[in-house]
Each structure stands twice: as C-alpha cells, then as structure tokens.
C-alpha cells in the first residue's frame, strides 16, 4: 500500500506562513512552528504575536520580551512575504550613499572604503535587525546629481529611503518624497518633506576654533572644506569662519581650500596652495579626517611637520585618526549612531509620522590630540551614548 503527503500553504489572519502536513487519511506529522504555538507559548493572543513583530511600539516591552523567547524555543521563523501582504510594508529600508571612486594615488585604497560612510551603514543596519527590518544598500553616481531614475525604481522595493550626503537636490527630495518617506542624513534640516537627521556641526566649528585660539593662540586660521554641494560642509565652513572672526581671527581667501571629503582631495588641495608661496596660517582646521589625512601627507611631503610647522585639525574620529602620526584633533560624532538614529526616525514616520519633528540635532564633541599641540588627549565632553530621542531640534 502506498502512501502521499499532502502539503498545504496558506496565510493566516495575522500575516504568517502556516503549513500543515497530512499523511495518508488526515494523520498531521510534524509541521514547523505557527504563529498559534507561539501565541500558546508566550501565553497571549495571536493578535498580540504579530503586533510585537510589526511594530515595537504597540505592545508593552516585557510582553514583547515573552514573544520573542517563544519564538526562539520553538525555532519560529516568521515569513517577510507573508508579513508584507499582512501589514502592506515589504519590511526593507533603503539606504543610498555617494559612490566615491578611486583615483589611483597612493591614497586611492583607503577612499574606495568609504571609511565614515562604512560606520553609518553598520549602525544602520544593526539598528534595522533590532525593528525587524531588512537594510538594502544602493550607490550613487555623482556625477550624475539627480539621481532621480534609479531612486524611482526603489520605492517599489523598500518602505523608506535613508539619502546621505549629496544624493539629491531639494526639489528632487520634494518630489520623491511623494511617493516614499525620506530621511535625510545631511542637510540644514530645514527641509518640508523630509525628516533631517544631522550632528550640531555648527557648535562643534565653534568649540574647535574657541579651543585653537584660547589654549594654542592661533590668529590666522585656514579652512580645507569638503564638497560645495555638501550642506555638512558648508555649515561647517561658515561656523568656522563666523566664530574665527568673532574671535578676532583672520582667514584669508587664499587660505579657504576647496576638496571634496577624501584624503587624496585633501592632498591635492594643500599642493595647490603650497605652489602660492604665501606664508601659511597658523591651522588648517579640515572639514572631515580623511580631508586632514591627505592635508597632513602633503605637508609633510613638502619637509613641513605637524603640528611643530602647522597645526592641522579633523571632523569625524574615524578610528585611523588616533593612530595617525600625528594622532588627530578631531569633532568626535558617532557614525553608528547616526545611522541608528536615521532609522529610528524612518521607522517612526512608518509607524507614527505625526510624532516625529522635522530636524533631528545629535551632539559632538571636540577631541584634542598631538596635531594641535595638545601633549594628552581629552575630551571637551561626556561621550555620546548608544541612546537618543527623536527631540527637535534646539
């Protein structure tokens, strides 16, 4: 006598693959686990089950605490698809950053990483997991600013966009943002159709010139700033000159050097103006650390030392900078956190969009190490914890 398995697939009421095996004349064998066992497992309803899978903020955190250890007892995987047609989200957030190419000098290794760019896609990511979401990466060419065609393609795929430096123009962000909502990752936070998540740039310029003039007394001041159409850059630049001139500083044109975020951008500039021959400032204070990375090999090439020659300062703390030689002053500001804090605000516009403000301002803080003078490392702060709140700005 001969027997058959029947199998059947169906999606249940809250969104989740359940499969039943029968064998012969209705005798179940073993079957994966359902949303049902979990229920009985955790002692609460289906219903609840699947709130505390689609949305963190509907259920308290112990009963979500109980769900999820069922889940892990009995192996229960829940299905992304199935959760889709339950809940209308693909459950994927879309993060797009500028493609920077390598240009074949000896620096051309380290600009390929991306290094900053890598450290907020790592929060990012982490940060999706723990809301249950998948993180799909994509690239954008700069030179070709719109990058509208291949951003349109996306919001079929992902439930929201996360835009980083420079991806698009505002009246492109204003029409995209139509279709899908938007976190900007960058920006005056200014914008009306999308969220802004930013560092306070404008207090880290300030304390970091405050610093250069009160412990090392610098009077004439340059700047090496990233890419004209960074709104970073640009906010950092004139912070910078703002509270050099406050300060009775000076900065002349001559010394207001333009790049484009990477260390051989960096280095470029700074041949540039070595072949002026004018007589250097004091500092040049950089808009990011691969910028200053670059500045400083360029000096240093020239016969010139730093910081006994020119001081040369960073943004960032990208993990080099400390055992750079020299170790690098520097705006501390968390990647990771930064990319966590993006997706805390895309998924509350997903969940809440009326609960989030418009402009998301995280702390900075300046670390003073050997290429400003300072003989010990401090910290002109507490350090930035793991958490946040989506508070408006300031």
Same mark, same amino acid.
């Given at each position: 006598?001969?027997?058959?398995?029947?199998?059947?697939?169906?999606?249940?009421?809250?969104?989740?693959?359940?499969?039943?095996?029968?064998?012969?004349?209705?005798?179940?064998?073993?079957?994966?686990?359902?949303?049902?066992?979990?229920?009985?497992?955790?002692?609460?309803?289906?219903?609840? *089950?699947?709130?505390?899978?689609?949305?963190?903020?509907? &259920?308290?955190?112990?009963?979500?605490?109980?769900?999820?250890?069922?889940?892990?007892?009995?192996?229960?995987?829940?299905?992304?698809?199935?959760?889709?047609?339950?809940?209308?989200?693909?459950?994927?957030?879309?993060?797009?950053?500028?493609?920077?190419?390598?240009?074949?000098?000896?620096?051309?290794?380290?600009?390929?990483?991306?290094?900053?760019?890598?450290?907020?896609?790592?929060?990012?990511?982490?940060?999706?997991? =723990?809301?249950?979401?998948?993180?799909?990466?994509?690239?954008?060419?700069?030179?070709?600013?719109?990058?509208?065609?291949?951003?349109?393609?996306?919001?079929?795929?992902?439930?929201?966009?996360?835009?980083?430096?420079?991806?698009?123009?505002?009246?492109?962000?204003?029409?995209?943002?139509?279709?899908?909502?938007?976190?900007?990752?960058?920006?005056?936070?200014?914008?009306?159709?999308? &969220?802004?998540?930013?560092?306070?740039?404008?207090?880290?310029?300030?304390?970091?010139?405050?610093?250069?003039?009160? *412990?090392?007394? &610098?009077?004439?001041?340059?700047?090496?700033?990233?890419?004209?159409?960074?709104?970073?850059?640009?906010?950092?630049?004139?912070?910078?000159?703002?509270?050099?001139?406050?300060?009775?500083?000076?900065?002349?044109?001559?010394?207001?050097?333009?790049?484009?975020?990477?260390?051989?951008?960096?280095?470029?500039?700074?041949?540039?103006?070595?072949?002026?021959?004018?007589?250097?400032? =004091?500092?040049?204070?950089?808009?990011?650390?691969?910028?200053?990375?670059?500045?400083?090999?360029?000096?240093?090439?020239?016969?010139?030392?730093?910081?006994?020659?020119?001081?040369?300062?960073?943004?960032?703390?990208?993990?080099?900078?400390?055992?750079?030689?020299?170790?690098?002053?520097?705006?501390?500001?968390?990647?990771?956190?930064?990319?966590?804090?993006?997706?805390?605000?895309?998924?509350?516009?997903?969940?809440?969009?009326?609960?989030?403000?418009?402009?998301?301002?995280?702390?900075?803080?300046?670390? &003073?190490?050997?290429?400003?003078?300072?003989?010990?490392?401090?910290?002109?702060?507490?350090?930035?914890?793991?958490?946040?709140?989506?508070?408006?700005?300031?």
């Amino acid at each position: 006598m001969s027997h058959r398995y029947f199998v059947s697939g169906y999606i249940n009421v809250s969104g989740y693959i359940t499969q039943s095996t029968e064998y012969g004349r209705g005798t179940v064998v073993d079957s994966p686990p359902t949303i049902y066992d979990v229920a009985a497992r955790a002692g609460v309803s289906t219903a609840t *089950v699947s709130r505390a899978l689609n949305s963190r903020s509907s &259920v308290r955190p112990s009963t979500r605490a109980k769900v999820m250890a069922a889940m892990e007892q009995l192996e229960f995987v829940p299905n992304s698809i199935a959760r889709g047609l339950s809940s209308g989200k693909h459950w994927i957030l879309g993060l797009v950053f500028m493609r920077t190419g390598a240009d074949g000098s000896v620096l051309g290794v380290e600009e390929a990483s991306l290094l900053y760019t890598d450290i907020v896609i790592r929060g990012a990511e982490t940060r999706a997991a =723990q809301h249950g979401y998948s993180l799909l990466l994509s690239s954008a060419d700069d030179g070709h600013p719109s990058n509208m065609a291949s951003l349109m393609n996306l919001t079929g795929t992902v439930d929201g966009l996360i835009l980083l430096d420079r991806i698009l123009g505002d009246d492109d962000v204003a029409y995209l943002s139509k279709r899908i909502p938007i976190v900007l990752l960058a920006g005056r936070g200014e914008s009306t159709s999308a &969220v802004t998540v930013r560092v306070d740039n404008e207090r880290a310029m300030r304390d970091l010139a405050e610093h250069l003039v009160s *412990v090392h007394g &610098v009077a004439r001041f340059g700047f090496v700033a990233g890419s004209d159409e960074s709104p970073d850059s640009v906010a950092r630049t004139r912070a910078f000159v703002e509270r050099v001139a406050q300060l009775g500083g000076t900065l002349a044109e001559v010394d207001l050097l333009a790049s484009d975020w990477t260390s051989a951008g960096g280095e470029a500039a700074m041949q540039r103006r070595l072949a002026r021959r004018d007589p250097l400032p =004091q500092v040049f204070a950089c808009a990011n650390d691969q910028t200053a990375v670059g500045v400083i090999y360029a000096l240093n090439a020239a016969g010139l030392k730093v910081p006994d020659d020119v001081l040369v300062t960073g943004f960032d703390d990208i993990t080099l900078t400390r055992y750079f030689n020299p170790s690098l002053t520097t705006i501390r500001q968390s990647g990771s956190i930064l990319g966590a804090a993006a997706v805390d605000a895309l998924i509350a516009m997903l969940d809440q969009p009326d609960s989030v403000p418009p402009s998301v301002v995280l702390p900075t803080e300046l670390v &003073v190490r050997a290429s400003c003078g300072c003989t010990e490392e401090s910290e002109t702060a507490p350090g930035a914890t793991s958490e946040h709140t989506l508070a408006p700005t300031p």
